[in-house]
């Protein structure tokens, strides 16, 4: 019996020392590191990367502003617009800390605040303040984006 009581616990230390670091950390955390590459990548205006975080295939919901569009492959296309494929001098700075929702099991939505500043048609650089909302969900490989809002204030 004693040698259940001490075996237990050093089984479970075992597993948890045994998982990749990814697995041990908290949703939070996990979800946090990639909002983290993801601010890396719009710094380096990297659209694959930037895009890691999302769900691939045609269920990916994205809406910016009115705008739905729907599928990874288009939400890459209009990225890469966006960007101009990479040569965009669009530059991002977070202005309130993210903010995080648990709805459900495997589920969490974020929240953020940024403003994006560039150059416009007319040569001047323009501010703008924007939020974008996600729903993360834990999938079989990791924490996906499966839906996103971004809203603009003009």
């Not at 479970?12 to 979800?31: D, G, Y």
């Not at 890691?52 to 296309?77: H, K, S, T, Y």
Request: charged share 20%.
């Amino acid at each position: 019996m004693r040698s259940g009581l001490i075996l237990g616990p050093i089984v479970c230390l075992l597993a948890v020392l045994s998982m990749r670091p990814a697995e041990a950390a908290s949703p939070h955390a996990q979800i946090r590191a990639r909002i983290d590459a993801m601010a890396l990548a719009a710094k380096a205006r990297d659209t694959d990367a930037f895009l890691e975080p999302f769900m691939r295939g045609p269920r990916l919901v994205f809406v910016i502003n009115g705008q739905v569009i729907l599928g990874w492959n288009a939400l890459r296309a209009a990225q890469l617009k966006w960007w101009r494929n990479g040569e965009s001098d669009a530059r991002y700075r977070q202005i309130s800390p993210t903010r995080f929702m648990d709805v459900a099991p495997g589920v969490v939505v974020t929240t953020q605040q940024l403003v994006s500043r560039r150059k416009g048609a007319d040569g001047k650089t323009h501010e703008n303040t924007f939020a974008v909302s996600a729903v993360w969900r834990r999938l079989h490989d990791g924490w996906r984006i499966v839906y996103a809002s971004e809203s603009w204030a003009r």
